[in-house]
């Protein structure tokens, strides 16, 4: 929250100065229906909880200034929630938690008289992924000639948020009755099913520093654009891409505010290693719609 407050003041400190045509404030959101496909899970261990297909939200402000020592600035928030569910087929550690499938048989006899024939393990994961980042960027405008322009920058993409796996371990005990000491059981007894609950959870908050690189090209008499952007990650162990092609349509041009629309795709790559104990090989895609406002 702390984040998109900081946004807004940002946003509003720079409101008083487009009256002076001097600075351009740019105002964006997209809805990005997202794709998730991949696997994560903890350093021994990526499980692929089959992620569900859900729609994310994106929104940014930008400054753009006509000092050309100074960088302009932008700052972009987004979400990436999503839920799966898997049946676990070994062992599993994430977070604090660890969750098991070994079986163990008894041959002895129990008070009552009877043994255990069979024990049925059946262990059902849930996953929860809501991890969002806020994106801080400077950047320069190094070449725009009304046609064609071309920014070059740095990102600090801050991650926050949490994935969360919740285990469900149901266990099916089947119980026999001998009828004499050393013979195989007679008949079934009883069975008995029991249910017990584990969650595991890995907090994220990382700072991680990107290439910022993004291009509009005009073309003429129609209205439309085609842009290019995308981060990439500079250094580290990780692997991360985040990068989108679309259309803008010119929906309406005015003194006061221009309002563009916009359709592309968007692609995230995410393979972290160790990025605050959590393992992933992860890739959000999918198309998006959005609006800019251009004041």
């Not at 994106?135 to 190094?142: A, H, P, R, S």
């Not at 803008?248 to 968007?266: A, C, H, I, K, Q």
């Amino acid at each position: 929250m702390k984040k998109e407050v900081l946004a807004a003041i940002f946003a509003a400190l720079f409101t008083a100065n487009v009256q002076a045509n001097t600075v351009g404030l740019y105002l964006g959101g997209q809805i990005w229906q997202s794709e998730a496909s991949g696997v994560f899970g903890g350093k021994n261990t990526l499980i692929d909880f089959n992620l569900k297909k859900e729609q994310q939200n994106n929104y940014f402000v930008a400054v753009e200034h006509p000092f050309p020592l100074f960088p302009n600035v932008r700052i972009s928030s987004t979400t990436l929630d999503t839920t799966g569910k898997t049946n676990l087929t070994q062992e599993f550690s994430f977070g604090d938690e660890t969750f098991l499938i070994d079986v163990d048989f008894d041959d002895d006899v129990n008070d009552d008289g009877t043994f255990i024939i069979d024990v049925d393990v059946d262990v059902d994961i849930d996953a929860s992924f809501n991890v969002s980042y806020v994106d801080y960027t400077l950047y320069y405008e190094l070449f725009d000639n009304g046609l064609f322009s071309f920014d070059l920058g740095v990102t600090a993409r801050d991650f926050d948020g949490a994935v969360t796996v919740t285990g469900t371990t149901t266990t099916v005990t089947t119980t026999g009755v001998k009828d004499h000491p050393g013979h195989t059981p007679d008949h079934i007894g009883t069975v008995t099913t029991s249910t017990s609950n584990a969650t595991g959870k890995i907090k994220t908050d990382e700072i991680l520093p990107m290439l910022y690189v993004a291009t509009n090209i005009r073309l003429p008499l129609t209205g439309l654009s085609v842009f290019v952007q995308g981060d990439f990650l500079l250094i580290g162990d990780h692997s991360l891409y985040d990068y989108q092609v679309g259309l803008s349509y010119e929906l309406v041009v005015s003194r006061m505010v221009d309002l563009n629309l916009t359709l592309g795709y968007r692609v995230l790559k995410m393979e972290f290693e160790d990025l605050d104990n959590l393992y992933t090989d992860l890739e959000f895609k999918g198309a998006f719609a959005g609006v800019i406002l251009h004041f």
